[in-house]
T-cell receptor, first 110, second 113 residues
Framework: GQQVQQSPASLVLQEGENAELQCNFS?????MQWFYQRPEGSLVSLFY???GTKQSGRLTSTTVIKERRSSLHISSSQITDSGTYLC????????????FGKGTKFSLIP | NAGVIQTPRHKVTGKGQEATLWCEPI?????VFWYRQTIVQGLEFLTY????????DSGMPKERFSAQMPNQSHSTLKIQSTQPQDSAVYLC???????????FGEGSKLTVL
């Protein structure tokens, strides 16, 4: 089965609304990361091995490794936030040999 | 810092031809990873090198795919006798160590006709 489940698969909001993205892992994990993939395809690391709650600008990651879940909160979403958000886990290799979820495709309506 | 550089950005090959993709990791990064992304499978790990040595190639298809890292400034992914199912975006990434924040290149989109 799928080791990394992301929900929702797609999300459409109006500009200014808040978004909540979820990531659940079916197996134990060493660490996890959140990535943003721009519409043209480039990938950017957002949070590396967050545990507890970490914030970067309008993004907040809340991760509970023991419960195998993580969420990404985007506050006051903007058009430039459109794209795909991916979470990935290290299942225990102790490396960046990551297993990725299928992503949440996030679109904004002006 | 130019980031991870991948060439070519787009490559179209005919079935049965060979394709070679290049990656220049961020200077000073000791770990280099190759991933492949398709609509159906999503992002999948292929292989990785640490200090130029191959560490884990468990994600590589056993036939036709090979990867090398002849020096610390570049890695190559070679696909022999390409098939339409090899069509994907091939992403290279590097990190300062084999863990830590991962930096991706822009990807090489391979289309096999």
């Amino acid at each position: 089965g799928q080791q990394v489940q992301q929900s929702p698969a797609s999300l459409v909001l109006q500009e200014g609304e808040n978004a909540e993205l979820q990531c659940n892992f079916s197996t134990s994990l060493n660490s996890m990361q959140w990535f943003y993939q721009r519409p043209e395809g480039s990938l950017v690391s957002l949070f590396y091995n967050p545990s507890g709650t970490k914030q970067s600008g309008r993004l907040t990651s809340t991760t509970v490794i023991k419960e195998r879940r993580s969420s990404l909160h985007i506050s006051s979403s903007q058009i430039t936030d459109s794209g795909t958000y991916l979470c990935a886990m290290d299942p225990g290799t102790g490396s960046n040999r990551l297993t990725f979820g299928k992503g949440t495709k996030f679109s904004l309506i002006p | 810092n130019a980031g991870v550089i991948q060439t070519p950005r787009h490559k179209v090959t005919g079935k049965g031809q060979e394709a070679t993709l290049w990656c220049e990791p961020i200077s000073g990064h000791s770990a280099v990873f190759w991933y492949r992304q398709t609509i159906v499978q999503g992002l999948e790990f292929l292989t990785y090198f640490r200090n130029q040595a191959p560490i884990d190639d468990s994600g590589m298809p056993k036939e036709r795919f090979s990867a090398q890292m002849p020096n610390q400034s570049h890695s190559t992914l070679k696909i022999q006798s390409t098939q339409p199912q090899d069509s994907a975006v091939y992403l290279c990434a590097s990190s300062p160590t084999n863990t830590g924040q991962l930096y991706f290149g822009e990807g090489s989109k391979l289309t096999v006709l």
